[in-house]
């Protein structure tokens, strides 16, 4: 039954994490990993450890949310949980990256990207490549940047990750207002609005402030006509997703 109740805790409070809630959830996860504390079941801890440090992220304790995800990561590599560990590592990077420690950052995520290519597992091969990509963009190196981001957008069109798929476009529509390709970017940029609007769940820690993004898109606009701006856009919302993946990953794209 404590097993039962313990599981049940669990999923209830990942799923209304992933909703946003994170008042509701956090006393529930607390409950559910001292029920698999009790029980000694160790990948439970490890289960309920990673959805309290997103919740604690959530609530805008970035160093509790860390301290539990890197724990969650331990004790799933001491169980042989590579995949579990390498997803983990991938989201704990974005705390020191919205802290600023791109040195932390990098190491983190490319601890996870190891684990994650040793167990070949696409799914979570994307949610450390986004992070890498990240760091590399804000270190100014565009062209790592583009190149995890493009791999990043191929894994997850694979799996079917829309939301992934959002944000690397975002990526690299950011990387093209960067290079003055202000067009490239605004239909990026759209294209990626019009897949995450129907999207309820947040599944990624990079995904809660969009404070950057906002910034990065009214410094874009502010420097192309706004005629051309607006249209630009458009054009973007309107692709399909296919159609959006493939016009990011056009190699001779010059607008």
Not at 99 to 105: I, K, M, P
């Amino acid at each position: 039954a404590a097993s039962s109740q313990a599981k049940l805790l669990f999923v209830a409070a990942t799923l209304g994490q992933a909703l946003g809630d994170f008042e509701s959830t956090w006393p529930m996860i607390e409950e559910s990993r001292e029920l698999f504390e009790q029980l000694g079941d160790r990948q439970g801890i490890a289960d309920s450890l990673a959805t309290g440090g997103l919740i604690a992220l959530g609530q805008g304790r970035p160093d509790e949310g860390l301290a539990l995800m890197l724990e969650a990561a331990d004790i799933d590599l001491e169980l042989g949980n590579k995949w579990g560990s390498a997803g983990m590592l991938g989201f704990s990077a974005m705390v020191p990256f919205g802290q600023g420690d791109l040195a932390r950052a990098r190491l983190l995520a490319e601890r996870g990207l190891s684990l994650a290519r040793e167990v070949g597992a696409g799914d979570v091969l994307y949610a450390t490549l986004h992070p890498l990509a990240a760091v590399a963009l804000a270190e100014g190196d565009h062209d790592r940047a583009a190149r995890l981001f493009e791999e990043s957008l191929t894994l997850s069109a694979e799996v079917g990750e829309a939301s992934n798929v959002a944000y690397c476009l975002e990526g690299l529509a950011t990387i093209a207002a960067s290079e003055g390709r202000l067009e490239r970017a605004a239909r990026l940029w759209g294209s990626a609005e019009a897949i995450l609007e129907p999207i309820e769940v947040i599944a990624y820690p990079y995904a809660t402030d969009r404070t950057l993004h906002d910034q990065q898109v009214a410094a874009a606009r502010e420097r192309l006509n706004q005629e051309t701006w607006t249209r630009a856009w458009a054009e973007g919302r309107a692709m399909t997703t296919e159609q959006a993946i493939e016009y990011a990953l056009e190699k001779e794209a010059t607008l």
